[in-house]
């Protein structure tokens, strides 16, 4: 993977962030005038109408008539009221907008605003899963490598039988046991994941602590745990760091997956997997719903990979080398 692949991963990976970051249009959950504003297209832009009953109307155009305001609706709709009920009237016309980029959904709500909070759903789910696997499976590692044959046998043995399960599958089985949230979601994926980063953290720390400096500090008469901590983790970090930005992408795509099956973040909370979920009902009508959120998912998986490859070619020269 060449300098192009790091680039376009890195973009891909940043965009991700700053889009986690930057403020929503609307509040996610809102939904204004839900009887004109359901499966609006993307790029509207309407008016907004607000009346002294604290009703709000979104309005493709207004027509001041005496002392009635006639409001034109989207999908052909009007409705008259009387001028004075209209709060925001001024000149006969009306200043205030409301815009929807994406579209929006089957309850009227801004997918713009509902994907910027399920990047940040994603993000947090993604990271702190990656972070529990990461730690669990270097933990185990360390402890068959350094652990004497018979321990070492129990583990690989127990991660070999954790690894004979397809993991999207052993996932949604505990997560039918378990009572979905985004923090039982986290646990779920983080105690799944941690099989390959404890191979191949066994396998480094295996290889270096027969290495030389690691001698040297045996025979100064350091403690294991010193050796490990000092010496044998920073050195095993390599195809470590790879596996973490690997693992990210993986995370937020079972995390997708779960959510569109119902067994992973639960509405009214946004999350790509379950919008996606609520928009496969609609998608000869509204098909920005789905389309915009699994777009994201899709570009924020390819970033990470192509993330990791980099990583992998750029911190591990013999890997890059063996490519073809």
């Not at 008259?80 to 929006?104: H, M, S």
């Not at 070999?160 to 985004?182: E, K, M, V």
Request: aromatic share 6%; glycine share 10%.
């Amino acid at each position: 993977m060449g300098s192009g692949g790091f680039r376009v991963g890195l973009v891909l990976v940043g965009s991700l962030v700053v889009l986690s970051l930057i403020p929503t249009l609307h509040e996610p959950n809102e939904m204004v005038d839900p009887a004109a504003s359901r499966h609006l297209p993307p790029a509207s832009r309407l008016l907004e109408v607000r009346l002294t009953s604290g009703e709000p109307l979104l309005a493709t155009g207004i027509e001041v008539r005496g002392d009635t305001v006639e409001i034109e609706r989207p999908r052909g709709q009007r409705r008259t009221v009387p001028k004075a009920a209209v709060t925001n009237l001024q000149d006969g016309r009306i200043d205030d907008y409301r815009t929807f980029p994406l579209g929006t959904d089957n309850l009227g709500r801004d997918v713009w605003s509902r994907i910027i909070i399920g990047a940040r759903v994603s993000l947090i789910i993604g990271l702190v899963a990656m972070l529990l696997a990461l730690v669990l499976g270097t933990t185990l590692g360390a402890v068959a490598a350094l652990s004497g044959p018979t321990v070492d046998a129990l583990l690989m043995r127990l991660v070999d039988a954790y690894l004979a399960f397809p993991q999207l599958f052993l996932i949604i089985g505990l997560a039918a046991i378990f009572q979905p949230s985004t923090w039982m979601v986290i646990l779920l994926l983080g105690a799944t994941s941690w099989m390959p980063v404890c191979r191949m953290a066994r396998a480094e720390i295996r290889g270096l602590q027969h290495r030389e400096f690691v001698q040297a500090s045996r025979g100064l008469g350091q403690t294991g745990f010193l050796i490990l901590w000092r010496h044998l983790l920073p050195n095993a970090l390599t195809p470590l760091i790879v596996e973490a930005s690997l693992l990210v992408g993986d995370m937020i795509l079972a995390e997708a997956a779960l959510s569109y099956f119902g067994l992973g973040v639960q509405p009214p909370t946004p999350s790509w997997g379950n919008m996606i979920s609520e928009g496969r009902a609609s998608l000869g009508l509204a098909w920005w719903i789905s389309a915009f959120p699994g777009i994201a998912l899709a570009l924020t998986v390819i970033g990470f990979n192509l993330l990791g490859d980099s990583l992998r070619d750029r911190l591990d020269p013999q890997h890059g080398e063996a490519d073809p």
